[in-house]
């Protein structure tokens, strides 16, 4: 008992001291908060008050005139009292029962009046605690000192809620105490110490699944712990049934409607395969190689791909097939340019291809993102096409083609995934060796109208290479009908409208939406504690040089689609037909520099800069700008701290196939505070009906939706965040990756031999 008794004693010492420290820092944080609040209230009341009531000192107003002015704001919440005092301290004037609350000449005030500028005190009375805000009054005229007002707060319920801190504290700490104590003295009365390492070997190989539950070959097994090695041995047994009743319960939840998770991801995927193998196509790679001195470093790109693609290799054991292009990804890979990832824990194969900086230029710089990415794109800036690139564009499909024939080579019936309009004649390419794969390619970007996409020189190479896929996906149904109307127009084609299918050359390719989403993260203790959630919007406006009230932010790449300048002149016409929030409203604008080498997005990144550079100039005042232009690449961390602070999030897109900026701000306000100003021109406003939705090319209503945003009552606008919430995590990454897969799995394989006489039947049962 001695040394169980020691051992508590120990424990609970260490117990109280950490409780302590962690409560005293949580209760003066808590504290903090709530005084700043305070304040911030009675600068807001102080300022509407201080206009009121220097014009009655001025002409010598009657104390039942000060009255009427304290009568009306007298609803405010907290405020005890109100004071009106001359230069030299003498009393003008209070409201009823602020006697009780200020006896004399309150020092804050005198403090205030000589300072020339706004003191803020917190006091303790005999009967309560008060916050007292003094402000200098002036003359209009002449701006000189004319007196003081003092705005009192009561501020009892601070002492309250700090009360209710530490006892809620103690009682913790007691039943810690209690629990730490009953389970010390159990293992010492059982004499477990001495063979604890060994038994703690035993329970991690059954653990992870080296040993099975009946062996008990690690776990010492003289009479003394014979009784202990069976039941650690039972309760072993069954935490092994009970993972494998946890994987049949997830099996069946997966034809349920519930929320999408990676494990049920991994299991639908698993179901839905059959032992086939599920090869990945993208231009980016999930993991890139960069030389850092005599040492490789593995750098994992921001991407929501990576995020809803990444568990289901991870379940198949699949071939991820992308460019190589970190400068020491050649060193990483073996003969057959293959290596196992994730580096942690191999659980899938990535497949580089070689580009020549020639092939990349065209293929990647040139066709995809100077031709394809303007053409999808309704935002005024004309494509490019070049027959050199489209050369480029061609020899680096045929490069990722012959990657993917060898991956996919000896396996049955494969499942081929491809990634955006990088990859458009990539379909038909796989497709012509083998017709057995099931092939489907997901555009990311908008499909435009007819007309608009008639203007690509290559249109029907490009139509005929997508229709090689058995499913296109888009991100919205006006996309899908773009494309459908497209292919009607352009080739000689069957369109099943009803269906969404196109039959070309005897193939029948499906087109349906699959809205991408964001991974929704459950709030958690882990999320809300982190270092950086705990700095303020002050903090976080001090650290950027500025001081404001409001706060917005944007988020994106500098791209001529995003509408950059079009959301600034939105905020300078906020600011210009709502003077009050100059001074107390800044936008911050993330802008991660993009292509840069491809002339259009240099010109854009300076256009932005100057714009930006001309509206502070123009309101600019003090340490106060409205807009401040990040032009560097952010780290998801410090983009969430934005999103996690600001008063709303601005996305301006002026064509967007989805937008993911705008879900990964709902996703990351677990408060369900703040707002979204989402421009109607996004895949994402088909879904997020409750954001306030604009026309990003009409300043005044960009102005008036940002004003709406910081007037809306806080009930509403946390019933419109947690509406839209509540979708981003039913319809997260999970569920797109899901439902496509499920999709795929789903489309009718036809072997060469009967293709004809099922392409017959299939005509005229479309004919019928």
């Known amino acids: 008992m001695r040394l169980a008794l020691r051992i508590v004693w120990i424990l609970a010492i260490g117990l109280a001291v950490i409780s302590v420290i962690f409560t005293w820092q949580q209760v003066r944080r808590e504290r903090r908060n709530m005084q700043r609040d305070v304040e911030r209230r009675a600068q807001l009341l102080s300022e509407t008050l201080a206009a009121r009531i220097e014009p009655l000192i001025e002409k010598g107003a009657k104390p039942s005139q000060y009255q009427r002015v304290f009568e009306r704001y007298g609803y405010s919440m907290g405020l005890a009292g109100l004071a009106v005092y001359s230069t030299e301290g003498t009393l003008i004037a209070q409201s009823p029962g602020t006697e009780a609350r200020i006896t004399g000449e309150p020092g804050v005030v005198i403090h205030a ?53 530490y006892r809620e504290a103690a009682l913790r700490m007691l039943l810690q105490l209690i629990l730490v104590a009953a389970i010390t003295i159990l293992i010492v009365r059982r004499n477990l110490l001495h063979p604890m390492s060994h038994t703690l070997q035993w329970i991690r190989a059954v653990r992870a699944g080296r040993l099975s539950p009946s062996s008990t070959a690690v776990v010492q097994s003289d009479d003394l712990l014979k009784s202990f090695t069976q039941e650690v041995t039972t309760l072993a047994q069954s935490l092994s049934d009970a993972r494998a009743s946890a994987q049949q319960e997830a099996q069946l939840r997966d034809s349920a409607d519930s929320v999408w998770t990676k494990e049920r991801l991994a299991v639908h995927v698993r179901s839905k395969l059959k032992g086939s193998q599920l090869i990945v196509v993208s231009n980016r790679e999930p993991y890139m190689h960069r030389q850092k001195g005599k040492e490789v470093e593995t750098i994992v790109p921001a991407s929501g791909l990576v995020t809803a693609l990444e568990p289901i290799l991870n379940a198949c054991d699949g071939t991820w097939v992308a460019h190589g292009s970190g400068d020491a990804d050649r060193k990483m890979v073996d003969a057959n340019n293959r290596l196992r990832v994730p580096p942690s824990e191999p659980a899938y194969t ?70 955006d309009y990088h990859f458009a004649l990539l379909p038909k390419l796989i497709k012509q060796e083998r017709p057995d794969a099931r092939v489907a390619i997901f555009w990311h970007i908008p499909w435009p ?46 369109i099943d409208w009803p269906s969404a299918t196109a039959m070309r050359a005897g193939h029948l390719t499906e087109v349906k939406p699959f809205p991408i989403s964001v991974d929704f993260k459950a709030p958690g203790p882990s999320n809300r504690s982190e270092k950086n959630y705990l700095v303020g919007q002050p903090q976080l406006l001090k650290e950027l040089g500025i001081e404001a009230f409001y706060l917005g932010v944007g988020v994106d790449r500098v791209d001529y689609t995003k509408g950059l300048p079009e959301r600034f002149a939105g905020i300078e016409r906020f600011l210009e037909k709502y003077p009050s929030f100059i001074g107390k409203f800044t936008f911050v604008q993330i802008g991660a520099p993009s292509r840069t080498h491809i002339k259009r997005y240099h010109e854009l990144m300076t256009e932005v800069e ?29 983009i ?45 406003s088909n879904e997020l009906r409750d954001a306030i939705l604009i026309n990003p090319y009409d300043a005044d209503e960009m102005a008036e939706a940002i004003r709406v945003t910081l007037d809306m009552r806080p009930e509403e606008r946390r019933r419109r965040m947690h509406r839209m919430r509540e979708l981003v995590k039913d319809q997260n990454i999970y569920r797109w990756a899901g439902t496509l897969i499920n999709e795929l799995s789903n489309v009718q394989i036809e072997t060469p031999r009967v293709a004809a006489s099922s392409v017959r039947a299939a005509g005229n049962a479309n004919i019928a």
């Open 113 to 165: 009046i000589a300072a020339d500028k706004p003191q803020s005190d917190f006091v303790r009375t005999k009967d309560a605690s008060l916050n007292i805000l003094a402000v200098p009054l002036h003359d209009h005229d002449d701006q000189t000192k004319i007196g003081g007002l003092a705005v009192v707060h009561d501020t009892s319920y601070i002492e309250v809620r700090i009360y209710r801190l």
């Open 610 to 638: 100057a714009e930006a550079e001309r509206i502070n100039w123009k309101f600019k005042s003090g340490n106060w700008k409205p807009i401040v232009f990040l032009n560097r690449h952010h780290s998801h961390e410090e």
């Open 640 to 684: 969430e701290r934005f999103y996690k602070l600001a008063d709303f999030c601005l996305v301006t897109s002026l064509h967007d196939g989805m937008n993911l900026v705008a879900k990964e701000f709902l996703a990351s306000r677990e408060d369900e505070e703040g707002m979204l100003i989402l421009s109607r021109f996004t895949g994402a």
């Open 350 to 419: 990535l497949r580089r291809v070689w580009l020549s900086k020639q092939e990349e230029e065209g293929y990647y710089y040139g066709f995809a993102n100077e031709g394809l990415w303007p053409l999808c794109h309704i935002a005024h800036t004309r494509p490019t096409f070049r027959a050199s690139d489209w050369d480029q564009y061609q020899s680096a499909n045929q490069k990722f083609a012959d990657a993917v024939l060898e991956e996919i080579d000896g396996l049955t019936e494969p499942m081929i995934l491809l990634q």
């Open 449 to 494: 109208n007819p007309e608009a996409f008639g203007i690509c020189p290559w249109q029907t190479e490009l139509l005929e290479g997508l229709l090689g896929a058995d499913l296109i996906g888009f991100h919205v149904q006006s996309h899908c009908h773009n494309f459908l109307e497209t292919v009607d127009r352009a080739l000689e084609c069957r």
